[in-house]
Nanobody, 123 residues
Framework: VQLQASGGGLVQTGGSLRLSCAAPGRFYSSHVVGWFRQAPGKEREFVAR??????????DYGDFVKGRFAISRDSGMHTAYLQMNDLKPEDSAVYYC???????????????WGQGTQVTVSS
């Protein structure tokens, strides 16, 4: 699965962005969709993860998110989203989407990755 991340850009502190992650075909309920970020000189960091089945959905966020971000998908399961609100300069990073099969926060547990999209938050 080759993912395509988009939606990054330059925004002021307190602003919002919605990142998109497109699957070449579709996401399946066996997938866990994750968002990660990496700032210069830092390790790749867990942002959010999402999975769904016919009856339930589960979402989980990094501690730093504090209710500011929301992960979701479209009804056709072609695209996953990360809505980011109340952005701060420390949120500046390259954001990546990824898919895996285990409910994990570790980047190494995700097999397929998108190319990343740059988010820059100015103060």
């Amino acid at each position: 699965v080759q993912l395509q991340a988009s939606g990054g850009g330059l925004v002021q502190t307190g602003g919002s962005l919605r990142l998109s992650c497109a699957a070449p075909g579709r996401f399946y309920s066996s997938h866990v969709v994750g968002w990660f970020r990496q700032a210069p000189g830092k390790e790749r960091e867990f942002v959010a993860r999402f999975r769904w089945s016919r009856s339930t959905t589960s979402a989980d966020y990094g501690d730093f998110v504090k209710g500011r971000f929301a992960i979701s998908r479209d009804s056709g399961m072609h695209t996953a989203y990360l809505q980011m609100n109340d952005l701060k300069p420390e949120d500046s990073a390259v954001y990546y989407c990824a898919t895996g099969s285990s409910w994990s926060r570790r980047p190494t547990d995700f097999r397929s990755w998108g190319q990343g999209t740059q988010v820059t938050v100015s103060s």
